[in-house]
């Protein structure tokens, strides 16, 4: 088979600012589909509890490769990044705030998280590539 993946997404930006003035910003982007290939067999899912220092997220041993990843931060309140290490230091490069999911296709670098101020919970699901 093919295209067993399919992202949906879309946005849409109205921002008032001042009395009177109505969407003085506004964004658009039309909702877009796409499709991918799935060409593994797993998927991996889990809430793992993220800690203020960084550390690996857990993915399972039974992944040959990583290919999509669904984020969602569960706290009410603190942000998570997630990110990679580099020279032994964390990357963040993404920024979930609270309540905020993120999907993206994964590399083959180590996937860690660190969260703002207190442990957050982070749900997760990495579909094998």
Not at 88 to 102: E, H, Q, T
Request: aromatic share 8%.
């Amino acid at each position: 088979m093919s295209d067993e993946i399919a992202l949906t997404f879309g946005l849409r930006v109205r921002k008032t600012i001042g009395a009177g003035i109505t969407n003085a910003f506004q964004a658009d982007i039309e909702t877009q589909r796409l499709t991918r290939d799935l060409t593994g067999t797993r998927k991996y899912a889990n809430t793992q509890t993220i800690g203020t220092s960084y550390e690996a997220v857990t993915v399972g041993a039974d992944l040959a490769s990583r290919g999509y990843a669904f984020f969602r931060n569960l706290d009410p309140t603190n942000f998570v990044e997630i990110g990679g290490e580099v020279n032994s230091s964390f990357a963040g490069r993404i920024k979930l705030i609270a309540g905020d999911v993120a999907i993206l296709p994964l590399s083959t670098d180590g996937l860690y998280a660190r969260a703002d101020t207190g442990a957050v919970e982070l749900d997760y699901l990495i579909l094998e590539r």
